[in-house]
Nanobody
Framework: VQLQASGGGLVQAGDSLRLSCAAS????????VAWFRQAPGKEREFVGA????????YYADSIVGRFTISRSNAENAVYLLMNSLKAEDTAVYYC????????????????WGQGTQVTVSS
């Protein structure tokens, strides 16, 4: 399965943005899917993840209360709704699949898509 993240853009601090992660060449139904982000000069950072059914989720402390992950297995897609964006949220955002539950390291996931750039101006 190949993943593709989309929906990034240039926004102002305080704005909201919703990213999408679509699967092609297969499905990631039933698979844990995570969002990561990578700012220039920094390591790839875990943002949050959702289980296969979409019922359970876990997040990085830095974005709790501002970001929400959801999924639509009918649409074969996972979403990241980002509210109250800050300049420090500026990064390339990636989605990844097939990680074990509660995994937070990039190496824990074996399916990745190309990222989408999110730039937040202050």
């Amino acid at each position: 399965v190949q993943l593709q993240a989309s929906g990034g853009g240039l926004v102002q601090a305080g704005d909201s943005l919703r990213l999408s992660c679509a699967a092609s060449g297969g499905t990631f139904r039933g698979s844990n899917v995570a969002w990561f982000r990578q700012a220039p000069g920094k390591e790839r950072e875990f943002v949050g993840a959702i289980n296969g059914s979409g019922v359970r989720k876990y997040y990085a402390d830095s974005i709790v209360g501002r970001f929400t992950i959801s999924r639509s297995n009918a649409e074969n897609a996972v979403y990241l709704l980002m509210n109250s964006l800050k300049a420090e949220d500026t990064a390339v955002y990636y989605c990844a699949a097939n990680g074990r539950w509660l995994a937070r390291r990039p190496d824990d996931f074996n399916a990745w898509g190309q990222g989408t750039q999110v730039t937040v101006s202050s």
